[in-house]
Structure formats: C-alpha cells, structure tokens
C-alpha cells in the first residue's frame, strides 16, 4: 500500500524525519557520554585512584 | 525497594541497568506500532494529510511541560529533602526536554504553514513555548556555568521552580486569550472531541515518547552519577599529587637546611 500525504507532504516528510533526527541524536549522545564516562573511570582507577570504599566506580551491587 | 534504597545512587546504577534494555524495548515497539497506525490514519477532511503531523506534534508538546514538571519535583527534593538522585534527575531531564520543546516548536510550525499560511504567530500558546524552551537552554547554561554541582542544583532548582509558572500559562493560554492556535482537544473537560481513528494512534504515540523520555532520562541520570565520580576521582588524584609534592618540597627543605648547619 502506497501512502499519499497529498500537496503537503514536504510538511508532513520534513517533521517525522525532524523528529527521527532529533531522537537519532538523543539515543546517541546518551550512549557516547556513556562510553566517555566508563573510559574516564577505567583510566582513574588504572592510575591508581579508587573510591573511598574500595569499590570500583563502574561496578553496580 | 522503596524511594530511600533508591536514593543510593549504586543502587540506581544496579536498577536502572536491570530496567533499561525492558524501557528501551517496550518504546521500539510501542513507537513501531504508534507510528504504523499514524501512517494508516485517514486524513482529516479540513487538514488532509497534515493531521499526520500531530501524531508527532502534539506528545512532544506534552512532554515539553511533562518533563519540566518532572524537574520541578525533583527541584522540590534538591531544595527540601536534599534527596541525592534529585539534582541528577533535573539536571538529566533539561536537554531531553529541549529537544521535545524545539520538536513541538518546529512541528507545529511546520503544521502551521499550510494550515495557517504562516510558520509562526507571536499568539500566547506559541510564545510561551517558546520562552520555555528558552528556559530550557537558561538552565542548561547555569548548570555548565556554575563548576561546584551541588550549588549549581540550588540555583536551577531556584529557577526551574519559578519557571514552573510558565506551566499553568501555556496549558490555559488558549482559554484565557484569543490565540491562533486551537483551544485542547484531547484533555478537556467534557471528553475528548476527537474521532478514534485519529485518538488511538496519538494516544500510542504518547505514550511511546513518554517511554522514550523514562528511558532517555534514566540512562541520562546514570551517565549523570558516573560523571560526578569521575570528578570526585579526578579531585582525589589533584589533591595526592598536591600533597605529594609538598612534601617533596618539604624534604628538600628540610635537607637544604641540614647540609647548611
């Protein structure tokens, strides 16, 4: 089935690909600050900075 | 496991990686299905085929003053209770919740042009998202501006609180002046006055990007708590290099004056 979005399909095309880019955008900055923050950790703790508790900072219980 | 564990941010690390992969899979499906039932809705016969455009138009415009609503409790919990995950909450939700404002800004505007034949109209409902958006960014700015995170999270729970103001303002803008954009058709008094056809998909919609924010936000938060350690390290190992060596300059001292005598 081919859909037909009429004369305004610019309109109707520009906005879900907007928002697909936005949301693109969203997913990836939280996975990269992610990744940047696990690294920053891991290379703290190889330089011989740990935590109070002894515990590894991306450890989770 | 009640708000208190919660409040243990190891404890959020644990639960937010058991929840996420669950959110983020129930918001693929849920968009999938919301955005199949958007494509196979019949146009509207004064729109045509921009009411396809509210499917993604009018969630985002919900969350815009959902998530600020969000931040404004969790403000509530800086300020007051002092909860330790509040800060991160709020300090997570305000991108996220600019990209849904510029998303319902640049929809609507979108929508505006061949409904309206204007992208933009200085009326109340679009002028007061607008200065939430820019709200949005204020906050944002404070909280790179201000280095110590825990006064910075007073002063934005200062502001997102007043802003807040701005929540009752945008809701009933359509109600208490004359605006270009249309009264609420969905949460109204009386019911909503849309066909199913059209209701169902927007309220899938709405729900998936609601899904999307709680998923976004708690994988937002955890990077949050990940930060802050990454910072308490990095003062650790400033504050043992200082130490170090001052007490190399100390020795050096102490040696310089015992050779002399």
């Given at each position: ?16 690909a ?38 590894s ?5 | ?19 996420l992969?669950w ?8 968009l ?39 931040m ?74 201000v ?5 910075a999270?007073?002063?934005?729970a ?18 208490w ?85």
């Amino acid at each position: 089935m081919i859909m037909s979005l009429g004369p305004y399909a610019w309109f109707i095309v520009t906005s879900y690909a907007a928002a697909g880019i936005v949301v693109a955008l969203l997913i990836g900055w939280v996975i990269i600050d992610y990744r940047n923050q696990t690294q920053r950790l891991r290379q703290l703790e190889r330089s011989g900075v740990t935590r109070r508790s002894g515990r590894s900072a991306t450890d989770t219980p | 496991m009640t708000l208190i564990d919660l409040a243990n941010p190891t404890r959020f690390l644990a639960l937010s990686a058991r929840v996420l992969p669950w959110l983020a899979a129930a918001t693929i499906i849920l968009l999938t299905i919301g955005l199949y039932q958007s494509a196979l809705a019949p146009d509207d016969y004064q729109q045509g085929a921009t009411v396809k455009i509210m499917f993604i138009h009018v969630p985002n415009a919900w969350l815009s003053m959902f998530v600020w609503g969000v931040m404004s409790v969790a403000s509530l919990g800086t300020l007051v209770w002092r909860h330790p995950l509040a800060d991160v909450a709020a300090k997570a939700a305000a991108p996220i919740g600019a990209s849904f404002t510029f998303l319902a800004l640049l929809t609507g505007s979108l929508w505006g042009r061949p409904m309206w034949g204007t992208y933009w109209e200085w009326d109340a409902r679009l002028t007061s998202v607008l200065i939430l958006f820019l709200m949005y960014l204020g906050l944002m700015a404070l909280w790179r501006a201000v280095e110590d995170p825990s006064r910075a999270a007073r002063a934005a729970a200062v502001l997102t609180l007043v802003g807040a103001l701005n929540l009752p303002i945008i809701k009933f803008s359509v109600d208490w002046w004359n605006t270009l954009h249309q009264p609420a058709s969905v949460m109204r008094m009386g019911g909503s006055t849309l066909d199913k056809a059209f209701l169902i998909p927007l309220l899938v919609m709405a729900v998936a990007f609601t899904l999307l924010f709680v998923t976004l936000h708690l994988a937002a938060m955890r990077n949050e708590i990940l930060r802050r350690r990454v910072r308490s390290l990095q003062m650790m190992q400033a504050s043992r290099v200082a130490f170090s060596s001052e007490m190399g300059t100390g020795s050096r001292q102490e040696n310089a004056s015992t050779g002399a005598a």
